[in-house]
């Protein structure tokens, strides 16, 4: 797990004038237990000024409860969480500095698109004309100022979560909460609604902490990914540096397809230069070398597996067991003898090329510098 600040390192880019961003919000040694079983292990994490944070992992990862903690429906078992410095952990629900957006959206179905938006402003006794203009105002921004006068029943799914997040902008809260907003859509609405998130984000500066198990959905919406197993950091980062750069074989395996090639050894280390062992040959690589010559996985992407000649480096020689044309892609699954797991190929589709027979022998290539090394333990411990 990386430290804090191997974290910080990470966030500095996001302000592009090489300035970190302020944390707005920082969880410290926050831990939560249910009886003998932890659900959250004492995790550091800062959310930052205006970012697009994503919290993703699998199904008992505990992200849930680490937004659930935030927002204040959970009490932590251990840490603290300050808001702008300040300790938020015993303010209650309706007094914490931000809104949540739910799975399920939480609309008043008696209430029109308009109603349910201004509820907020009601209770905190804004004056009716300044209700209407900031009603409008949000409602331009999510698309909705034409159905201001239909109810819940009468919105498709995207519209209902448009309305769900026109209503926590409304108070112009410095932080959102989204947990799991797009989980009920279809896969073209939810695509769609991926891009408007963002774009809202974009335009409006309001932080998001965004949750999701989609690993497709966090790489394309996040400024930075926290990626979370077994209620712990495996490592926080940008799309780029998780997808390229894993800490360990489970963000590897995490996100996107990714070959494996274990158990590696070191025999040569010279910087980020290494020569290493594997059960499919002898291979030279050019990434980050963990602190270990044993115990180490090697991770190679299906789109940076080529078909090989014999002046191609770092080569391997493969049976071919499916060939798969999806649209622009063409899927090729390999199997080598002394490996227990199927290697995949993704190679551009091109009208008229012939792709490789099943059964037959392939020869696979990928350059020393489209690989990562990875320590076995998914802690990277």
């Known amino acids: 797990m990386p430290s804090q600040d191997t974290v910080r390192t990470d966030s500095d880019a996001l302000s592009g004038t090489g300035q970190a961003r302020a944390p707005l919000l920082q969880i410290r040694s926050l831990e939560v237990r249910f009886g003998s079983e932890t659900a959250l292990q004492p995790i550091d994490l800062d959310v930052l000024d205006g970012e697009f944070l994503t919290i993703v992992g699998p199904s008992g990862s505990g992200k849930t409860t680490l937004l659930r903690v935030i927002a204040g429906f959970q009490v932590p078992s251990a840490g603290r969480i300050e808001f702008e410095g300040h300790d938020i952990l015993n303010t209650p629900i309706n007094a914490r500095p931000f809104n949540t957006v739910f799975q399920d959206y939480a609309l008043f179905p008696h209430m029109t698109v308009r109603g ?18 900031d009603v409008d105002r949000v409602l331009e921004i999510v698309g909705l100022l034409q159905l201001g006068n239909r109810y819940p029943a009468q919105l498709s799914g995207g519209q209902q979560q448009r309305t769900a997040l026109a209503r926590a902008m409304i108070c112009q809260p410095r932080l959102i909460l989204l947990d799991e907003p797009l989980a009920a859509l279809d896969a073209t609405m939810r695509q769609q609604m991926q891009s408007f998130l ?29 990626v979370l197993n077994t209620g712990a950091i495996m490592q926080i980062g940008e799309p780029r540096q998780l997808y390229y750069r894993p800490a360990n074989r489970f963000v590897a395996s995490f996100f996107g ?39 180490l996985v090697l991770t190679v992407r299906p789109e940076a597996f080529v078909a090989a000649g014999d002046d191609h480096s770092n080569i391997i020689d493969f049976e071919v067991v499916a060939v798969n044309f999806v649209g622009s892609e063409t899927v090729t699954r390999l199997r080598h003898a002394s490996l227990p797991d199927i290697i995949t190929m993704k190679s ?30 998914e802690h990277g411990s």
């Open 348 to 377: 551009k589709s091109a009208s008229g090329a012939r792709p490789p027979a099943v059964g037959s022998q392939i020869r696979v290539g990928f350059d020393k510098d489209q690989c990562s090394l990875v320590p076995a333990a």
């Open 116 to 133: 349910n938006v201004s509820f907020g402003l009601k209770v905190r006794g804004v004056k009716r004309n300044q209700i209407e203009e």
């Open 198 to 226: 963002k774009s809202v984000q974009r335009k409006s500066g309001i932080t998001f902490l965004f949750v999701t198990h989609d690993q497709s959905e966090a790489i394309t919406m996040s400024d930075r990914i926290c």
């Open 257 to 295: 397809d990714s070959n494996l090639i274990e158990p590696c050894r070191v025999t040569e280390h010279a910087g980020r230069f290494a020569r290493i062992s594997t059960p499919v040959g002898q291979f030279e690589v050019q990434c980050d070398i963990p602190d270990r010559t044993q115990g």
